[in-house]
């Protein structure tokens, strides 16, 4: 049984880690452990190291202007008393109250789900603490539901998910996900001190700037080996992570909604669930942290995890707003000889649409530009042996529209304040259900009358004046009741057209993240397709999310001093896409990428469902790697890339990793077959001028 409960003490287990919370001898529900996996459930620790802990000339009970509640590493803190780290939860009740007792009740334990129920000491407010042991992945998931069992509203004003623990006494490194538009993901590492540390979004999605993932570390850590503890927020709205050290060097990680501009009012009887926080312990490094999320992604969260993804074209560098079904077609044409597998029409197809100015939120085709709708192009798409696929923005509108002009009520706004346009657009309130009603009948009707395999779902800004003036209650509600109303349309339209494909996009990378990937099954990670930039961006993203939710194409961008192998073999490390503009390309060109569109095909399986391994960090130097391995170890990919050295003659290497020690393999240019344990200790020399790259291919013998 991954779960063991005995006198007050809850043991959770996975294959190799552990983590175990249990009753302090005040009450409080404390963290005990969170590590490797030992041998016996007595090995783990039942009282708290460091209770009696002598600070200076005060013992840690007894210390003047600190309660008890600053040291005790609580599970799930309320500030209560003289607590004065950053609390989980913080409420108001209807008498004007203003902070949580909570007490323990009870606890029920399944064979891999712990429930421990809390309640105030005083108020009918009960806290319930969800914990899921996910065994096979070495990952522990975490949310809570607060319960109005009383007869008056209770506000909620911070709710959060979890309050993570990592081994007292110890100082500790964070790693996490910086960017903005067109530079997503990329990956920072900076020493914890005393204090606290905030990343957050309060663009009402995810956003470009930061991803709710953290990593830490003892400062020692790499790719394979040291301790790291790691985690996520499955959630595609406002968060906040707030990494805090304290003066009692207790360093704990919190995570979930963003209290920032939040309230909930919890009616009578009502329940508030949070969203969930994944996370998880290695000794392997870095490496084995994204490699533990990236199956768990795969396994347990996408909703087609196992289906390979097509090689795609889209349309926008090509065409832009300027699509009708003849130049569709023909494009599909050329598409189709290069061995394309899935033609994506993007923006330009919709009722008004000839720019940016017009158009969004009139969801049926444009009558000039398809007469007879897109029946005659989706099945000449198909006809060339290609699926079809449409890109939508169903959140946003154009005030030049039929849907604004009839309802200008609906986007989110301030009665007396200046609607801001962004890409001269307003967001739609997703809080409201007649907004979720409308997007589900447009979307739905489209997707019920044409053959379309594929939605590319787009989010082009972020919000301003975040009002909701005719909200039923609490205004502030909208951050959470937007999300949540994005949820309810794409649950809808899955469950309608469960085979149909859906790409969480927004501007690129800025809804990345484990909730929306509950409905889409790939991420467009980056508008920005220089593909030198993109090494860096597709290996950040690859900490949390695995390759085979990753979009990337090849495209014109960087053409000026990058060849077309270059382009292509950094797409072919997520899902192949092409967005070039093909009325650009020649005969060479177009043989060129039918060859390695046929490459991709084959290693495809290895690239999305193997196990990745970053041979090389960006940062470091110009030279870098990524290994795909088959779950088998009987295969893999290798690609290598230098883009700048000053000195050639500095010698290439990179160490293989991922495979059977006494295996013999062959690496595709390297004569003779070796052992996986002489590959990775000895390395390949690769042969690279500036500015170039290479793949090859792994074979194990039986």
Not at 12 to 31: I, K, S
Not at 592 to 605: C, D, F, N
Not at 638 to 658: C, E, N, S
């Amino acid at each position: 049984m991954p779960i063991y409960a005995h006198e007050g003490l809850w043991i959770l287990e996975t294959h190799q880690t552990a983590y175990v919370l249990g009753l302090h001898t005040t009450g409080l529900l404390a963290h005990r452990y969170w590590g490797a996996k030992l041998p016996y459930p007595d090995d783990y620790p039942g009282d708290l190291i460091g209770e009696e802990l002598v600070v200076g000339s005060y013992v840690l009970q007894d210390i003047p202007f600190d309660g008890l509640g600053n040291r005790v590493p609580q599970e799930y803190s309320t500030g209560a008393g003289t607590e004065y780290t950053e609390p989980c939860l913080k409420v108001a009740f209807a008498d004007g109250v203003r902070d949580v007792w909570l007490q323990f009740e009870r606890a029920e334990a399944s064979d891999c789900e712990l429930k421990i129920y809390l309640c105030d000491a005083v108020y009918p407010l009960s806290v319930t603490l969800h914990y899921r042991v996910w065994e096979a992945f070495d990952l522990i998931e975490r949310w809570v539901e607060i319960e109005n069992k009383g007869d008056t509203p209770v506000t909620l004003e911070r709710v959060w998910s979890a309050q993570w623990h990592l081994p007292i006494g110890e100082h500790y490194y964070l790693s996490h996900l910086n960017g903005r538009w067109a530079n997503e993901f990329q990956l920072r590492r900076e020493p914890l001190v005393e204090g606290v540390k905030v990343l957050e979004s309060r663009r009402i999605t995810t956003s470009h700037h930061h991803n709710p993932w953290f990593g830490i570390d003892r400062g020692t850590a790499d790719e394979d080996r040291g301790e790291v503890w790691f985690g996520v927020l499955g959630w595609s709205g406002n968060w906040k992570i707030a990494a805090e050290v304290t003066d009692f060097s207790s360093t704990r990680v919190n995570i979930g909604l963003n209290d920032w501009d939040f309230r909930w009012s919890l009616e009578p009887g009502q329940t508030f669930t949070t969203p969930s926080s994944i996370a998880g312990y290695t000794e392997q490094g870095f490496g084995a942290a994204s490699r533990h999320l990236h199956d768990f992604i795969r396994e347990t969260v996408v909703p087609h995890g196992g289906a390979p993804h097509k090689v795609l074209f889209n349309s926008w560098e090509t065409t832009l707003f300027d699509v009708d079904e003849s130049s569709q077609a023909q494009f599909a044409e050329t598409a189709a000889e290069m061995g394309i597998e899935l033609f994506v029409m993007d923006d330009g197809w919709f009722h008004g649409r000839k720019d940016d100015y017009a158009g969004l939120g009139d969801w049926w085709p444009d009558a000039k530009k398809f007469p007879n709708g897109l029946g005659p192009l989706i099945d000449r798409v198909n006809r060339l042996g290609m699926d079809f696929g449409l890109w939508i923005e169903p959140e946003m509108v154009n005030p030049d529209s039929e849907l604004y002009r009839q309802h200008p009520d609906w986007v989110i706004h301030f009665p007396t304040r200046p609607r801001t346009e962004g890409r001269h657009q307003l967001i739609l309130n997703m809080a409201k259900p007649d907004v979720q009603d409308y997007i589900i009948e447009k979307i739905d009707r489209l997707l019920a009358e044409n053959n379309i395999t594929f939605i590319k779902w787009d989010m082009n800004r972020n919000v301003s004046e975040p009002g909701w003036p005719d909200a039923p209650g609490e205004p502030r509600e909208l951050w959470v009741r937007y999300v949540q109303g994005v949820y309810r349309v794409w649950g809808t339209l899955r469950q309608r057209h469960p085979r149909v494909v859906w790409q969480s996009c927004s501007g690129g990378g800025g809804r990345a993240d484990l909730g929306i990937l509950r409905f889409a099954d790939q991420i467009w990670v980056s508008d920005n397709t220089i593909p030198t930039a993109r090494l860096a961006i597709q290996s950040g993203f690859s900490h949390v999310f695995p390759a085979s939710t990753m979009e990337a194409w090849v495209t014109d961008m960087g053409e000026e001093f990058l060849p077309l192998d270059f382009r292509f073999h950094v797409s072919m490390c997520g899902v192949l896409g092409i967005g070039a503009d093909l009325r650009r390309w020649g005969e060479k060109e177009i043989a060129e990428a039918k060859k390695w569109i046929a490459l991709y095909k084959e290693i495809r399986p290895i690239v999305q469902q193997g196990d990745m391994y970053r041979l090389g960090p960006l940062a470091a130097d110009d030279f870098t790697g990524v290994q795909y391995v088959s779950k088998d170890q009987m295969s893999g990919v290798l690609f290598a890339f230098l883009l700048h050295r000053l000195d050639p003659a500095t010698p290439l290497i990179l160490y293989p990793r991922g495979l059977t020690p006494d295996r013999l393999y062959t690496i595709e240019g390297y004569p003779g077959a070796r052992s996986g344990a002489a590959w990775m200790k000895t390395g390949v020399q690769v042969r690279l001028s500036n500015f170039s790259s290479t793949v090859c291919r792994i074979w194990g013998e039986n």
